[in-house]
């Protein structure tokens, strides 16, 4: 019997999986979605077939650092007899109306086309990103649907560009919002909303005008706060990583070391 392993999230337009599947018993499929679907696979076949609409039959057998992108509609069926490792996949999946939404006039009526079994460096990267956050004990929302945004621009062909920034009195509300909500979840819709802009447009004018994405400015905006409540030495750990937004001390540890250095325990005894 094959042993799955899976995460999962879903939020805002978005959602994703993580899945492991140990054995080699063979499966078939068969899907036409009301969504989109983006996929990264790890996997080896010892035999399969995939039938996608609009594409030829597929037999590939190793689907190693392979892209499946099928738009809303698109049949997808086949089946596979896996090798006996550990394969395992990343996948995504979109809702045409919101990326439509933050496209604007740059989203066309027509949806990509089908692509099977490519191969993307670019993409790869972005999707490797969503795995490590599908991954982590705690999934970091505001993250996870950056990358999720960032992973859906990339497939209908639309980069971010550095026209188009900020400006001052909009980089001062989306930073007192963000400092007054650091105990919460703060998500990229809101902080978009802020500003008066899509997500697409608020995540590439942020990134054109302070040079880093909302994620890691939120992140770096909840350490500095941490770092001033460390100096209450009364004030436990725990307790600080509730203050600044994270669900728990390990989550907190890990980002505070990755903006940091070290981890909050030393930061405090180094002062």
Known sequence: MAHVARAA???????????ELSGAEPYDFRSRGENHYLALHDITLTDGELRVDGLPTLHKKD??????????????????QPQPRTNRFVAMYFDPKAIREDLADRYTERDPAPFA??????????????????????????????????ASLEVFGVMADRQ?????????????????????????AELAAVAGLSRFHFSRAFKAT?????????????ISRA????AQ???????????????????????????????PLKYRLQR
């Open 9 to 19: 999230f879903d939020l805002n337009g978005f959602s994703a999986e993580y899945l």
């Open 63 to 80: 689907l190693r650092d392979t892209i499946t992108f099928v738009p809303k509609g698109c049949g997808i069926e086949g089946w596979c």
């Open 117 to 150: 079994y490519s191969r993307d460096p670019q993409l790869r990267a972005t999707l490797k990103k969503l795995e490590a956050v599908l991954r982590a004990p705690h999934v970091d929302e505001l993250h996870a649907e950056s990358v999720c945004l960032l």
């Open 164 to 188: 188009g920034r900020l400006s001052d009195r909009q980089i001062a509300a989306v930073t007192d919002f963000v400092e007054g909500h650091l105990q919460a979840t703060v998500g990229l």
């Open 210 to 222: 302070t040079g880093e994405n909302p994620h890691s400015f939120v992140q770096r905006r909840r």
């Open 227 to 230: 770092v001033t409540l460390l």
């Open 233 to 263: 030495v009364d004030l436990p750990i725990d307790a600080i990583a509730g203050a600044v937004g994270y669900k728990g001390t390990p989550q907190f540890r890990r980002a505070f070391h990755e903006v940091m250095g070290t981890s």
